[in-house]
């Protein structure tokens, strides 16, 4: 699985859009990136994934520059109810042996009223 | 929402006893999983399971054991309970050629006196 380096925490105010960056530097061909999101005492949610390029849902946009090495997670005006952990993943989705996601520490985002 | 529920959902116990934790689905998924989180880790696989009696280690398995005698259930066993397990255990669920969008269970809040 690929390394991801992503920051600790982050303070926004609401109404702002918030940018999360994630630097995964030795990304294989293969590898999708992949966003979760995790309230206090509940499980992870997933946001979105993608492959290249940018992809957007009604949660998040998710944006890959060409190189892939980094990827933005982007949180279009925010509110308090965005105050979540944040992690990054990096890897294959559909080879088999790949089941195993390692979440790290993930980006404690705080939303400021 | 993920049909997934875990029980108990709170639970005490002593230091040596056993402890069986149960994870069911009613969304006919082929990935199990079960991650424990502690402050400061994250989230850590701990075993899951590829089908119906295929199980696998995770990155903290010592300690624990895993049976999957049925696609809908998952159960966790802690052989003799340590205080070090002490933790909040979460259970997951995936399709198998997208096992990096997993949804997540409640959670189990465990603490060993």
């Known amino acids: 699985l690929a390394k991801t380096t992503q920051p600790i925490s982050m303070d926004s105010y609401e109404g702002q859009e918030v940018n999360i960056t994630c630097s995964h530097n030795?990304?294989?061909?293969?590898?999708?990136i992949t966003w979760y999101q995790q309230f206090p005492s509940q499980g992870p949610r997933f946001i979105i994934q993608g492959y290249k390029t940018k992809v957007t849902n009604e949660v998040a946009s998710l944006f890959i520059p060409a190189d892939r090495k980094s990827s933005t997670l982007s949180l279009p005006r925010v509110s308090l109810s965005d105050t979540a952990v944040y992690y990054c993943?990096?890897?294959?989705?559909?080879?088999?042996?790949?089941?195993?996601?390692?979440f790290g520490t993930g980006t404690r985002l705080t939303i400021i009223p | 929402d993920a049909g997934i529920t875990q029980s108990p959902r709170h639970k005490v116990t002593e230091t040596g006893t056993p402890v069986t934790l149960r994870c069911h689905q009613t969304?006919?998924?082929?990935?199990m999983y079960w991650y424990r989180q502690d402050p400061g880790h994250g989230l850590r696989l701990i075993h899951y399971s590829y089908g119906v009696k295929d199980t696998d280690k995770g990155e903290v398995s010592d300690g624990y054991s895993v049976s999957r005698s049925k696609t809908e259930d998952f159960l966790l066993t802690l052989e003799s309970a340590t205080s070090s397990q002490t933790s909040v255990y979460f259970c997951a669920i995936s399709e198998w050629d997208r096992v990096y969008e997993q949804y997540f269970g409640p959670g189990t809040r465990l603490t060993v006196t």
């Open positions: 969304e006919n998924h082929r990935y």
């Open positions: 030795n990304i294989a061909t293969n590898d999708y």
């Open positions: 993943l990096v890897g294959t989705p559909s080879n088999f042996g790949n089941e195993k996601l390692t």
